[in-house]
């Protein structure tokens, strides 16, 4: 019965690969996203969606690609990775309108 | 803009000794505010948040907060520490625009 859950939770590929992080979240949540924690473990939001629609987009470059099939669902595709994509990925979700975001148990992406 | 400031990035105490994390936020209204702990390899947990109403909020594992308007601040405190509390700290705040702004985090070590 897990809130929050996000697969893989390790990603180990090659540069120029592209991945796909999957998230679902059975809360009955709106609003879903995506933050980047680096390597000094600082947390940046990089996306949210609320029903299936873009609301947030943080400057992230395009080869980030985030899709929501449904509401209950956030996956976010990276194309041509880079070293420096390489973090650990969280998704969350929340009825939004600044209210508490859960979070899933993150995505360990290292990129070689 | 929002910002929030953790200064201190590492805290060592004995274990049964009473903590005290600071966090102060800059945001131009009445903000939503929140903390979280990140235990070694894992996802971001909600302690506690503050919406309105009482600016002293209990939390769980024994954690509360104080808002305090006039220093925009929102420390976190415990009265005695366990060993089980070693993990990072996070300070965030979340405006009307439903993105979590976040400190760098405190990194908390408990010594028996």
Not at chain 1, 73 to 90: K, R
Not at chain 2, 46 to 53: E, P, V, W
Request: glycine share 8%; aromatic share 12%.
């Amino acid at each position: 019965d897990t809130a929050v859950s996000q697969t893989p939770k390790y990603l180990v590929t090659q540069m120029g690969n592209d991945k796909s992080i999957k998230c679902e979240q059975n809360l009955g949540h709106d609003t879903m996203y995506w933050y980047k924690q680096d390597s000094k473990k600082f947390l940046k939001i990089m996306f949210s969606y609320n029903n299936k629609e873009l609301i947030i987009n943080e400057t992230v470059p395009n080869r980030f690609s985030p899709k929501s099939p449904d509401k209950a669902h956030l996956n976010l595709h990276i194309n041509s990775l880079e070293l420096g994509d390489s973090a650990v990925y969280f998704c969350a979700s929340s009825q939004g309108g600044g209210e508490t975001q859960y979070f899933g148990p993150g995505t360990r992406l290292l990129v070689l | 803009a929002q910002s929030v400031t953790q200064p201190d990035i590492h805290i060592t105490v004995s274990e049964g000794a009473s903590l005290e994390l600071r966090c102060n936020y800059s945001y131009g209204a009445t903000p939503y505010l929140f903390w979280y702990v990140q235990s070694p390899g894992q996802g971001l947990q909600l302690l506690l948040k503050y919406f309105s109403g009482d600016t002293l909020v209990q939390g769980i594992k024994g954690f509360e907060a104080e808002f305090k308007r006039s220093q925009s601040s929102f420390n976190l405190r415990k009265p005695s520490v366990h060993w089980s509390d070693a993990a990072e700290y996070f300070c965030a705040v979340a405006g009307n625009t439903d993105k979590l702004i976040f400190g760098t985090g405190t990194r908390l070590q408990v010594f028996p």
